[in-house]
C-alpha cells in the first residue's frame, strides 16, 4: 500500500501545484487591464465547461505520470481561477490608488497590493476543489497505471473483494484530509493578517455599511472601476 500511496502522491501534487500556478498567474493577468480581463475571464469561462474525462484520449499523448498531472491541472485549474477572479472584483479600488498614490507602477502594485491580497484565497480555493483532483488522480489510474491508489480499486472491483476495499478509502479520506490540514496551517502560518476567510473587499463594505452608505470609492468593487 505505501507504494501505490506514494505513487498516487506523485501525481497528485504535481497537478495541483501546476493549478495552482497556472490560476495564479491567469488572475494577476487578468487584472493588468480591461484586455487581459476580457481574454483571461472568456477563456477560463470555456475550459471551464470542457469535461477533463471527455480529453482522456488527448492525454495519452503525455508519457508518463504527466498524463495524471495534466488531467488534474486541466480540471482544476479554471475553478480556481474563478474563485480568484471574483475574489480581486471585490476588493475595494482605493488599494490601487494608494499604491499609485505612492508612486507604484502595475508591476508593483501587482506583486505588493494584488498578490498578497490574492495568495490566500489562492490556498482557500485550492482546498475546495481538491475535491476533484482526488476524483480525476484515482480516475485516470483506473485508465492507465502500473501502481496507484486508484489501480488497488479497480483490481479490487472486479473481484469484489468489498472487505479490502472500504479500508482503501478510508485511507484516501485521511490523505485528503492531512492534505488539507497542511494547506490550512500553511495560510494560517504564511498569512496570519488574512483573518478567517473575510477578504479586504468584504471588510470594506462592513465598513462602508456601519457609515451609513454613501458613495464610498474604497467601498465599490474594483471590477467596476
Do not use: C
Not at 153 to 177: M, S
Request: no cysteine.
Amino acid at each position: 500500500m505505501g507504494k501505490a500511496t506514494i505513487a498516487t502522491l506523485s501525481r497528485f501534487i504535481p497537478g495541483v501545484l501546476i493549478a495552482m500556478t497556472l490560476a495564479f498567474v491567469g488572475a494577476m493577468l487578468w487584472a493588468m487591464s480591461g484586455h487581459s480581463r476580457l481574454a483571461v475571464g472568456s477563456f477560463n469561462v470555456a475550459l471551464a465547461y470542457v469535461p477533463a474525462i471527455a480529453l482522456t484520449p488527448f492525454f495519452f499523448s503525455f508519457p508518463g505520470n504527466s498524463f495524471h498531472v495534466a488531467m488534474i491541472a486541466f480540471a482544476m485549474t479554471p475553478v480556481i481561477l474563478r474563485d480568484l477572479i471574483l475574489h480581486l472584483s471585490n476588493l475595494p479600488p482605493s488599494l490601487l490608488i494608494k499604491a499609485q498614490t505612492l508612486h507604484a507602477n502595475t508591476w508593483t502594485a501587482l506583486l505588493r497590493v494584488l498578490a498578497p491580497q490574492t495568495l490566500p484565497r489562492l490556498i482557500d480555493a485550492t482546498r475546495v476543489s481538491m475535491g476533484l483532483g482526488w476524483i480525476l488522480v484515482l480516475a485516470a489510474e483506473f485508465v492507465i497505471a502500473r501502481e496507484g491508489i486508484g489501480l488497488r480499486i479497480w483490481k479490487l472491483k472486479r473481484r469484489y473483494d468489498v472487505d479490502n476495499l472500504l479500508p482503501i478509502v478510508i485511507w484516501v479520506t485521511l490523505l485528503a484530509i492531512a492534505i488539507d490540514l497542511i494547506l490550512w496551517a500553511v495560510r494560517r502560518g504564511l498569512f496570519p493578517w488574512a483573518r478567517g476567510g473575510r477578504d479586504a473587499g468584504a471588510r470594506a463594505r462592513h465598513r462602508h455599511e456601519l457609515r451609513g452608505g454613501g458613495d464610498d470609492i474604497g467601498a465599490r468593487p474594483l471590477a467596476h472601476v
